[in-house]
């Protein structure tokens, strides 16, 4: 059975403190490879990836008995190895040498190993082989990890052979301690060769390994990468470790802004742009027709950002611009939603109009005729404001819920109470209805992760569905419940199995506002609990009818950045409630209540019946 610290894992490689400069060994081990988990088993986290796994898809698969096997990107799985609760094993996959070291947390996930980690592997960027990026002059510059014996045997045949541009040097530290310098460009005090090798390297013993990177005057790459190999003998077998990671060479000559120009088309990026340097830039525009524009930033290391700017402008046959007073919004997509409704995802450019709209305004009918905006009576929801006092610019909106089959068309505009005016648009969104209302009562529901220990990637598992053949909308028996699934699948599909958090009560539009106590979560009584933003009341749970009172909801599909610990965080602005990724350590937020008493779920969302 692999063990942890041995074979492939007897060597460690860490970073030196102060990093890169010398001084003692640190405890953080360096990455030559980073796991990007893609889906997870909930209790294991990746301690170190071997650099000869390469890049690429790899996987960790659970067996019985809690044991884990690892597959390298492009092999097959290793032996599986038993991994006890809050201890570490070294998975092997096919090719010895190319393993990962992990530990089971059972602490924040005390359950079974089951179900199958996917990972990409990929180089570090800018980590301590590679160093800083350069530009195009070149730089002479050093840098250092420690090689450690972490195993009970002897390490022999130690043989360090460095990239192009790099010689290296072994230091022997003086109770544990090396030379420290000032900066990445002071040079040590010891002798680059092309190459060093150790005949031992005692259980517990350390070598600083010292490194310098020199580059001529060269040309702009975005990845360059820089690569020193390691190969030993452990226990009679030799290994070769490859540490490497890339960095960028860039040339500030490079560094401009880009103007591209479409006639009556959009603008084509493949081409050359129109004009290019530093703000402001200028273009001809042609009388008599629409001018499609967007601005985009290129770097030193030669990379074009999105678009930074993207509008349109009307030039009439005498040359002048026709003034538009508000832009359309675009339609990114009407999809049949949950119980019969329709969801209309919009997104209006506000920076485009010179006076913004404050309300998303739609014409909808569901009899198969075409919405009259001189006639009929608009859907008005208004635009929340952001922060910077600008509109809303994104959201999701839901209509009806309609008959099964019904023809849904939708006009979408965005309306301005300040000019009194609303844009033009008369293109018509049509959608058939391909959901219905499950019978009985249903209750919301949010949840991240499994659902009542549901695997995620088993979820269309004995669904019975209501819409065949679309299969959008259907129903699974669990124990002790009946989940509908509806809309909130698209939701799981995309966040993946991460960490539980679950309520089944119903949201209801209610505004809080009352003085609350100064910490986050305030309990009243065990039927009563508030979240406060600056001690103030801005949600409430209410256990008595069962339901979630706020100002408003909103969905998103991605979750906040707010990368603090603990399971709850208050800030002037916001409150969040935290889930913790036991994969990358993180915690995320899955709900925040703002200081408008907006709350905001980043988590998936299922409809049950009760």
Not at 263 to 285: H, I, Q, R, V, Y
């Amino acid at each position: 059975m692999a063990t942890a610290f041995t074979n492939s894992d007897a060597l460690g490689c860490f970073l030196s403190d102060p990093r890169g400069l010398g001084g003692a060994r640190s405890a953080v081990e360096f990455e030559a490879r980073e796991p990007v988990v893609l889906s997870s088993i909930p209790p294991i986290i990746i301690e170190r990836v071997s650099p000869l796994c390469g890049v690429g898809r790899a996987t960790i698969t659970a067996g019985p008995d809690n044991t884990l096997a690892f597959a390298a990107p492009g092999e097959a799985a290793g032996v599986y190895v038993a991994v006890a609760p809050n201890g570490r094993a070294l998975l092997e996959s096919e090719t010895p040498g190319k393993s990962v070291r992990v530990y089971r947390d059972s602490v924040y996930a005390p359950s079974d190993l089951g179900g199958q980690m996917i990972f990409d592997l990929v180089h570090g960027v800018n980590n301590a082989i590679s160093g800083g990026n350069i530009t195009v002059a070149g730089v002479t510059d050093y840098g250092c990890v420690w090689l450690y014996n972490q195993s009970a045997e002897d390490i022999t045949g130690i043989e360090v052979t460095p990239g192009s541009g790099f010689a290296v040097a072994f230091e022997t530290p003086v109770g544990g301690v090396c030379e420290v310098t000032p900066n990445a460009t002071t040079a040590p005090v010891v002798t680059f060769t092309g190459s060093v090798s150790l005949a031992t390297l005692a259980p517990g013993e350390s070598r600083l390994l010292r490194f310098r990177r020199t580059v001529g005057a060269t040309t702009v790459n975005a990845a360059a990468l820089a690569e020193i190999e390691v190969a030993y003998t452990y226990d009679s077998v030799a290994y070769t470790d490859v540490l490497d990671g890339y960095y960028r060479i860039g040339n500030p000559a490079l560094a401009q802004y880009e103007l591209y120009v479409g006639e009556d088309e959009l603008p084509d990026f493949t081409a050359a742009p129109a004009a290019s340097g530093a703000l402001p830039l200028a273009a001809a525009l042609s009388p008599g027709h629409r001018h499609f524009y967007a601005l985009r930033q290129r770097n030193i290391y030669d990379l074009a950002s999105l678009n930074v700017l993207c509008e349109s402008k009307l030039i009439d046959g005498a040359g002048e611009e026709v003034l538009e007073l508000l832009s359309d919004p675009s339609v990114l997509a009407i999809e049949s939603s949950t119980g019969g409704e329709v969801s209309v995802a919009l997104r209006y450019a506000d920076m485009a109009d010179d006076v913004a709209a404050d309300t998303w305004r739609l014409y909808v009918t569901s009899d198969g005729t075409d919405p009259d905006p001189d006639n009929d009576t608009p859907d008005d929801r208004p635009m929340r404001q952001t922060g910077l006092a600008r509109p809303q610019i994104e959201n999701t909106l839901r209509l009806g819920p309609f008959d099964y089959g019904a023809t849904v068309k939708v006009i979408a505009r965005v309306y301005s109470s300040a000019l009194e005016t609303e844009s033009g648009s008369e293109q018509v969104h049509e959608l058939t209805v391909t959901t219905q209302v499950p019978v009985g009562a249903h209750r919301l529901g949010v949840s991240m992760g499994g659902l009542r220990g549901a695997p995620l990637s088993s979820v269309n598992d004995g669904v019975v569905y209501y819409d065949a053949p679309t299969n959008t909308v259907g129903i699974r028996s669990l124990t002790g419940e009946v989940v509908f699934f509806g809309s909130g699948e698209i939701f799981r599909a995309e966040l993946g199995a991460l960490s539980l958090f679950r309520t089944s009560l119903e949201f209801h539009t209610i505004p809080q506002g009352g003085a609350g106590a100064p910490t986050p979560i305030e309990v009243v009584s065990e039927d009563e609990i508030y979240i406060n933003v600056a001690g103030l009341r801005r949600a409430k749970i209410d256990l008595v009818n069962r339901r979630i009172e706020a100002a408003g909801f909103e969905f998103a599909h991605a979750a906040l950045d707010v990368p603090v610990i603990g399971p709850v965080h208050i800030s002037s602005a916001a409150t969040y409630i935290m889930v913790r990724n036991a994969v990358t350590g993180r915690w995320t937020p899955g709900i925040a209540v703002d200081e408008d008493g907006i709350m905001t779920v980043c988590l998936p969302v299922l409809q049950e019946v009760a």
